[in-house]
């Protein structure tokens, strides 16, 4: 089992800067791919961002390449989504998970474990 706890989410003004973070319990985060998801309002679960767990590899969905980073720190057991340049269209529930798939993984359905979410409102 592998419990997840999504934290740094709130409001800042276009082109600000948030810094998400999710930790994760259990002793082998390093065996799990993580990836972020996001949820805006009538609108369905929609990949983000994700850091596989073989050679540490990444992938960004486009609408966030370049403005989003995404990184983790095994020791700590935790994935961290640094959010840059954001606009009003970022606001959203993020929500971290954990994949024991191997490589890029994007589907949600590859996911295993869920954490509660955390909004990012982003104003004009």
């Known amino acids: 089992q592998v419990q997840l706890v999504e934290s740094g989410g709130g409001l800042v003004q276009a082109g600000g800067s948030l810094r998400l973070s999710c930790t994760a319990s259990?002793?082998?985060?390093?065996?799990?791919?993580m990836g972020w998801f996001r949820q805006a309002p009538g609108k369905e679960r929609e990949f983000v961002a994700v850091?596989?767990?073989?050679?540490?590899?990444?992938y960004y969905a486009d609408s966030v390449k370049g403005r989003f980073t995404i990184s983790r720190d095994n020791a700590k057991n935790t994935v961290y989504l640094q959010m840059n340049s954001l606009k009003p269209e970022d606001t959203a529930v993020y929500y971290c998970?954990?994949?024991?798939?191997?490589?890029?993984?994007?589907?949600?359905?590859?996911?295993?474990?869920w954490g509660q979410g955390t909004q990012v409102t982003v104003s004009s």
């Open positions: 850091d596989g767990w073989i050679a540490d590899i990444t």
């Open positions: 259990g002793r082998t985060f390093n065996r799990y791919a």
């Open positions: 998970a954990a994949s024991p798939s191997l490589g890029v993984v994007t589907g949600m359905n590859q996911y295993n474990y």
